[in-house]
């Protein structure tokens, strides 16, 4: 061994095993190289000064860059000064500071050294080469069942019950097996009787067509008029509705919507407020043929049934001035006062007991016009407090009401509900339509239509003038011919100046005022004015 020679020699397997163990250091020191290079430039970029550390570690300061060397020496711009960053690991050259004294400079790695910042890797796509291959799904083995079981299947398969795997086996078996194909489709026709497409409500019309068969073959000794049918039919149907309601649906919020006039009105209450509101408004029909008043028989009376009863908003005295003393109390009172009263006389609000009343109420209104002669009392007037109706029309009313509300609870409750059978719906829409010209010429009265001022003479009663053809289109539709120049006057198609057509449905919401003229869908041709007088007039039938 050389004395003079830093590094011992060593023979045979020693000396390769120090290669090695010298190749390792070389790793480790360019690894501390890099980042010691990093801390400079780090260094450099918030204008700091590093000084490195030598290669020859931390207790090395021999080193011609070190504190004892010539490059300690030299000023802060001369090589090895304070401004000097020398890369640790590179040779000096001139082994005083080395380099051209930058300040700062970062120097290139040296041959074979690896960049410190990687270079992007190129893309699969950009290379040209082939694209990996995807792995081939791995699939379950298909199942295999025999075939009892198989035929055991076909009723879950039949109602798409099987899985995936016993639908592919048994769709498999169908193609082989002739036999199981044939009772497989004997049971898909079975489903397709189960499942029924539409709704599971009855038919609206189904309770008429079995009265009618039922009366056919055995005629009524006491039959219902055919005016009141329709009220029977609907009072039936909101019956059954309510029949399995919960105290949650009977409180359930209802707004009731009507035209006042010039625009819409509406007044919040619930399910149970909606049942006593047609429970009060049904008594004017009560009264007239003689029953009693459910104002005076405990519908304003608290539960305890004590008196407490209250007055309706014109104060003891009925509307329009008329005394309690000449007749009964709230008789001449309007649909709406009656209402209010029948809400204000009682402590709490109404519950699912008021649906008790309403129904005998509704009975025994059935029962007394069927004892009734129908031709002789169906002209019975009835009063509604502004105006009168015959008997027959006021059972036409009250049955129109009565599905109004109906669907209002029914959209309450999130319930579907059908319109009327349409022959019902076909005598609530000719009510409308004969009630159009009166409401037409109070609209004038008002000032809330335009004049008659097109006609050059005035037109007599039982004369024609000029006229408006109402179309409703639907199974309870027709036509009708509204004069508008007098409620006197007779529709002409002779002179009709203007045509409207609406559905059968849609004209019942306008006239319930559940639709506004202006969004009533109408085909409209001739006179605009006359087509607005008459839409502002049927909506101007609604009421409370």
């Not at 020398?86 to 970062?106: L, M, N, Y």
């Not at 008429?208 to 005016?227: A, E």
């Not at 509704?362 to 007394?368: G, K, Y």
């Not at 003038?465 to 529709?491: K, T």
Request: with cysteine; charged share 25%; net charge negative.
């Amino acid at each position: 061994m050389n004395d003079a020679s830093p590094w011992p020699s060593y023979d045979g397997g020693e000396g390769e095993a120090d290669g090695r163990s010298r190749e390792r250091k070389r790793d480790q020191e360019r690894a501390r190289d890099q980042d010691q290079d990093q801390e400079q430039n780090q260094a450099q970029t918030h204008g700091k000064d590093m000084v490195p550390t030598g290669m020859n570690g931390p207790d090395d300061t021999s080193g011609s860059g070190g504190p004892d060397g010539p490059g300690g020496q030299d000023g802060p711009d001369g090589p090895g000064g304070p401004g000097e960053v020398r890369v640790p690991g590179e040779p000096d050259g001139s082994g005083a500071g080395g380099g051209d004294g930058g300040r700062g400079a970062p120097a290139s790695p040296g041959p074979g050294r690896a960049p410190r910042i990687p270079l992007p890797r190129a893309s699969v796509e950009d290379s040209g080469l082939p694209l990996p291959a995807l792995p081939e799904p791995v699939l379950p083995p298909p199942l295999r069942l025999e075939h009892p079981v198989l035929k055991s299947l076909l009723g879950a398969w039949a109602l798409a019950a099987c899985s995936a795997e016993e639908t592919a086996a048994v769709e498999e078996h169908l193609g082989d097996c002739g036999a199981c194909a044939d009772e497989a489709r004997r049971l898909r026709e079975a489903v397709g009787l189960l499942q029924r497409p539409e709704s599971l409500d009855l038919d609206p019309g189904l309770r008429t067509r079995v009265l009618d068969g039922c009366l056919t073959r055995r005629p009524p000794r006491i039959p219902v008029p055919t005016w009141a049918q329709s009220y029977d039919a609907e009072t039936a149907r909101l019956d059954a509705l309510l029949q399995d309601f919960g105290d949650a649906e009977w409180h359930a919020p209802v707004r009731l919507r009507w035209f006042g006039g010039k625009e819409a009105t509406s007044r919040r209450t619930t399910v149970a407020g909606v049942i006593a509101h047609l429970l009060a408004v049904d008594g004017l029909v009560a009264l007239a043929l003689g029953l009693d008043d459910p104002l005076e028989a405990g519908g304003t009376r608290d539960a305890d049934g004590k008196g407490d009863r209250a007055d309706g908003p014109d104060g003891p005295d009925g509307p329009d001035g008329a005394s309690a003393a000449d007749g009964p109390p709230h008789a001449l009172g309007t649909p709406a006062h009656r209402t209010e009263a029948f809400w204000a006389g009682t402590r709490r609000p109404p519950t699912r007991s008021v649906r008790g009343p309403w129904r005998e109420q509704s009975h025994a209104l059935v029962r007394t016009v069927s004892f009734t002669d129908g031709e002789r009392h169906g002209a019975m007037p009835v009063s509604y407090g502004g105006f009168a109706l015959p008997l027959r029309d006021a059972m036409l009313d009250r049955a129109f009401e009565c599905w109004v509300h109906a669907e209002d609870i029914a959209e309450a409750v999130d319930y579907p509900y059908a319109p009327p059978a349409p022959g019902h719906l076909h005598g609530m829409i000719d009510l409308a339509a004969r009630m159009l010209p009166e409401t037409l010429a109070a609209r004038r009265r008002a000032g809330l239509a335009a004049p008659a001022h097109h006609t050059r003479h005035l037109v007599s009663a039982g004369r024609p003038g000029r006229s408006l053809r109402l179309e409703i289109e639907g199974s309870g539709g027709g036509q009708w011919l509204i004069p508008l120049d007098s409620p006197g006057a007779v529709g002409s198609a002779d002179h009709e100046v203007a045509h409207v057509a609406l559905d059968d449905v849609e004209f019942c919401r306008l006239a319930a005022g559940h639709v506004s003229p202006e969004e009533a869908a109408a085909g409209q041709v001739g006179d605009r004015e006359a087509i607005r007088d008459v839409l502002f007039a049927a909506a101007s039938l609604s009421r409370m």
